[in-house]
């Protein structure tokens, strides 16, 4: 069943990503994108991570899409015409790729640690958003504060960026 | 039962779609797309890790979830910013295709 459950999480989140680098019209890519990260939040569920799953579907699939999906309203753009590949940008990319899925397929093949069935909880029901906000709040203070002035001087920048007139 | 080396898996070949859609296409709001996908394939192996190799009391690694949630966080204004940017971009050159956009290249 759990296996069943990922298998299909799995493909649609791949296939979607598939999508969002193929479709030639940004809208369609964005929609794969959103499929991608509901599917993604899916997988952190089957993992346990439910405070995760829900924030992927708040922060990602519902305010990182909308502002995508409204730049990409206010841009106006029309279905990019085809131009002429060029072929050594194609070869460069594509040997990336193939290097760094060999790679993968070559520590996961050998790393036994890997292949293990995952270890049962001590408690399956344990409240984790308490857990993560314990550690956040208790550990990870000062990294949340600095966090909170990196979100501030963004939203500075954004609306610097933003003026009609950049001196 | 799935193992870590599933999920790793599915990470990796995340990444890797995200990585090509990075190098292969030349759309700036695509490009800025397989970013996004990239950074979600170090969460799900992040993620995996903390449930695999749980905390001393037999919970997932609380700790592997905060850094996600770091990274959630920093992809939201990047995200922001970037997008920011490419207006800007948009507004003088009327373009998104990356290959228009060449006025630093030497």
């Excluded at chain 1, 753009?77 to 040997?95: D, F, T, Y």
């Excluded at chain 2, 905390?55 to 204004?77: E, H, K, M, R, Y």
Aim: charged fraction near 10%; glycine fraction near 8%; proline fraction near 3%.
């Amino acid at each position: 069943m759990q296996l069943a459950l990922f298998w299909i999480f799995s493909a649609l989140m791949l296939l979607a990503g598939v999508g969002v680098i193929l479709f030639r019209s940004p809208v369609s890519s964005a929609m794969g994108l959103v499929t991608a990260f509901v599917a993604l939040a899916a997988l952190f569920v089957t993992l346990d991570a439910f405070f995760i799953g829900v924030v992927q579907v708040l922060v990602y699939a519902g305010a990182v899409m909308v502002l995508f999906l409204f730049i990409i309203m206010l841009l106006d753009l029309r279905e990019e015409g085809r131009r002429p590949v060029k072929i050594s940008a194609w070869a460069g990319g594509g040997l990336v790729l193939c290097g760094f899925l060999a790679a993968l397929a070559r520590v996961l093949a050998q790393s036994s640690s890997l292949h293990g069935a995952k270890p049962a909880l001590s408690n399956p029901m344990s409240d984790d958003v308490a857990r993560v906000g314990t550690t956040l709040f208790l550990h990870f203070n000062l990294p949340f504060q600095v966090i909170g002035v990196l979100l501030l001087v963004a939203t500075v920048g954004v609306v610097v960026l933003s003026r009609k007139e950049l001196k | 039962m799935p193992t870590l080396a599933h999920y790793l898996l599915v990470s990796g070949l995340l990444f890797a779609i995200g990585l090509g859609g990075v190098l292969l296409r030349r759309n700036i709001l695509i490009i800025f797309m397989g970013l996004e996908l990239m950074l979600n394939a170090a969460n799900l192996s992040l993620v995996a890790f903390s449930r695999y190799f749980p905390a001393s009391d037999g919970l997932p690694q609380a700790n592997a979830q905060v850094f996600v949630f770091f990274i959630i966080t920093v992809a939201a204004a990047e995200v922001a910013v970037g997008l920011a940017i490419i207006v800007a971009l948009f507004r003088s050159k009327q373009t998104t295709h990356v290959e228009d956009l060449d006025s630093l290249k030497f």
